[in-house]
């Protein structure tokens, strides 16, 4: 009789290590493990991982090269929005892990899967992002958490797998490292606290430039298609290019504060140069090209965006409406920001656009006007003042009463 199928997002850690066994050994499942790449693999470690994958059992192993789709289909709009969660962690992880999600809750589809599985423990977000994504996409297949599911300590793990013969150097690693295109989460018993800081050898890019250098970024209709004197490439290509460039500088590290899904505050140290430089470009970018009114709209919906995101819902239908607002003022975020890298520091020092509205035809803040008289500011001012000139009035006469 053939075996039930149950597709494992795979990372080929300990955690996922344990599930293949387990899901094949103990549960009696073909197990068929996936693992989605969005830009944070080498071409040598996913054949290792795949290796690794059939020497434990799988039935089959899949990797699903999504990077593009990643950049299309979300870190785009976290550029379009400016989206910095709590003004400082650009979603690097919260992104990454529901997209991956939504891609294996399609595949076990495709394949027609009896359940889908993942490592998660019970004490984050990532359990969150990977059941919703399963539910909604999968809804007739069963999901199974055997590291959550069984309380299993890493210790535990390590002795189910030696007694299946899976007898491995699984050290403890002092650091967690989660490596994506859109920037790398740290996390270590520092972070476990409320006042500790990741020390210089936990960052994944070590600091080996000191003299600063100056680049040019290429943005059109809000994205960024060249840097410095190499045009026309594709976004996630500058992306590379630009973590290349900054990291070796120390920029983009910091810790994250925030609420979990589940309801407790968590740290995360992260390393996101490329991300930081980005947002803060096409920031800049922006307030000088849209009007006050699309900054301040604009503002309100992408932190909705990123929250909702963060939050496992990415497949929300009201993130496809506000998609679609801000795809909607981005024609005129074109032209070129230029920027300054030093050891762990950068800054925007300017921007060139043909649709930069502090363009001189219409006179200099501060200098001179063209297109008003002093005698239009004077009456101007007398009417903006009005309202509140009454409200002064009336209160001074109630109160002399």
Known sequence: MSQSKVVLAFSGGLDTSFCVKYLSEDRGFDVYSVLVDTGGFSKEELESI?????????????????????????????????????????????????????????????????????GSTGAGNDQVRFDMAFRIIAPEAEIITPIR??????????????????????????????????????????????????????????????????????????????????????????????????????IGRDIHVGDTIIGIKGRVGFEAAAPLILIKAHHTLEKHVLTEQQLYWK?????????LLHKGQFVEPVMRNIEAFLRDTQPHVTGKVHVFLAPYRFHVEGIESPYDLMSPVFGSYGEMNNAWSGEDVKGFSKVASNQNVIYEKIKEMAEQK
């Open 50 to 118: 795949e290796k690794n994958a059939y020497s434990l059992g799988v039935k089959q192993h899949t990797t699903i090269s999504k990077t593009d789709s990643y950049y299309n289909d979300c870190i785009k709009y976290l550029i379009f929005g400016n989206i910095l969660k709590n003004n400082t962690y650009p979603l690097s992880v919260s992104a990454e892990r529901i997209f991956q999600a939504v891609a294996v809750a399609e595949y076990a589809r495709e394949i027609g899967a009896n359940a889908i599985a993942h």
């Open 149 to 250: 599911d069984l309380k299993l300590s890493r210790e535990a793990e390590i002795e189910y797998l030696i007694k299946k013969g899976v007898d491995r150097p699984w050290h403890k690693s002092v650091y967690s490292i989660n490596k994506g295109l859109w920037g790398t989460s740290v996390g270590g018993k520092e972070t476990l606290t409320s006042h500790g800081y990741l020390p210089e050898e936990a960052w994944p890019t070590q600091v080996t430039k000191t003299q600063p250098e100056r680049i040019t970024l290429t943005f059109d209709k809000g994205e960024v298609t060249g840097i410095n004197d190499e045009l026309n490439l594709s976004p996630v290509t500058v992306i590379q290019k630009l973590a290349e460039i900054a990291q070796p500088f120390g």
């Open 299 to 307: 503002e309100q919906l992408s932190n909705s965006y990123g929250s």
